[in-house]
């Protein structure tokens, strides 16, 4: 298993900042994702987080609103950039080997 | 990726056992079968995974029938600890990306 921490665990920003959120994995893995989550509802992926190369993001998302990188196998950013209140929301982390992810407890962040 | 479809929510009493059925009828022939459960304010927790037939764990028990168009999620003897969202997830070979469906709310009372 891996144990997956986010910092900070939220934010309230205001609308035309950018926040980046930091993921750390206990252990090295393979794969990194980067999810939404709005209250009551499902999540969506926005992102595969690649080692040593640029993110696969997922339809609807693009690189310059959510920029990430992912420096080493254990270590991964989102930055949420020119917010706006629409991008109130939680956002998680997870990592994993195979058909098992581990996902961190999320960010929740609001933009007034 | 198999789109899976799954009821919005079900109700249950402590001690019962709750069976939810997920439908994944587009499954591919290497995909495996992923059960994911969520509290809130916390992120999903990994619960079983299965191919074919049964598998059991000291949390669940997940039934995929030989054509693997379905499966069911077994919760033997809920507690009111065990109301949470689970998500059932088909995981591709060709890939790790994981697509969330709804889900399904389980409401143990008591």
């Known amino acids: 298993s891996a144990v997956i921490s986010q910092k900070p665990s939220r934010d309230i920003c205001q609308r035309g900042t950018s926040l980046t959120i930091q993921c750390q994995v206990d252990s090295q893995v393979t794969m990194m994702f980067w999810y939404r989550q709005q209250p009551g509802q499902s999540l969506t992926l926005i992102a595969t987080a690649n080692q040593g190369s640029e993110a696969t993001y997922e339809s609807g998302f693009v690189i310059d609103k959510f920029p990430i990188s992912r420096p080493n196998l254990t270590f991964s950013t989102l930055t949420v950039s020119n917010m706006s209140p629409e991008d109130s929301s939680i956002y998680l982390c997870?990592?994993?080997?195979?058909?098992?992810?581990?996902f961190g407890p999320g960010t929740r962040l609001t933009v007034t | 990726l198999a789109k899976t479809t799954q009821p919005i929510s079900m109700d249950s009493y402590e001690g019962q056992e709750v069976n939810i059925t997920c439908s994944h009828n587009n499954i591919a022939t290497n995909d495996y079968i992923t059960w994911y459960q969520q509290f809130p304010s916390q992120g999903p927790r990994f619960i079983i995974q299965g191919y074919k037939t049964k598998v059991t764990n000291e949390v669940a028990s997940l039934f995929i029938p030989a054509d693997r168009k379905s499966s069911t999620l077994s919760l033997p003897r809920v507690s009111l600890s065990d109301t949470a969202v689970y998500y059932c997830?088909?995981?591709?070979?060709?890939?790790?990306?994981?697509?969330f469906g709804a889900g399904t709310r389980l409401f143990v009372k008591a």
């Open positions: 997830l088909i995981f591709g070979a060709g890939g790790f990306k994981t697509i």
């Open positions: 997870s990592a994993g080997t195979g058909n098992e992810q581990y």
